[in-house]
């Protein structure tokens, strides 16, 4: 099992609490759950930095992947209606 912070560092709670957000927030610094779920985009960064590929995963309550949307351009994400369909199918 991968240890990874859901509560916010101070520097990023007033950024969530201004948009209205109060879920938890996976704060991945060390990139453990990016590279458990093969996310990792290694030298993608600026300087060539590794970074999370950007992806949206349905996961079961047992951490069981049931769905992932994984595009190589990180200016595109699924769009809404395709992660509801895919949680419909789910059901």
Known sequence: ????????PETTRPHL???GLSFPFLIDQGAEVTRRYGLLHAGAGPAGADIPRPAELLIDPKGT???VEMTEDYRVRARPETVLEAFDRLR
């Open 17 to 19: 609490a201004k948009l």
């Open 1 to 8: 099992m991968v240890a990874v912070t859901v509560d916010p």
């Open 65 to 67: 992947i049931r769905w």
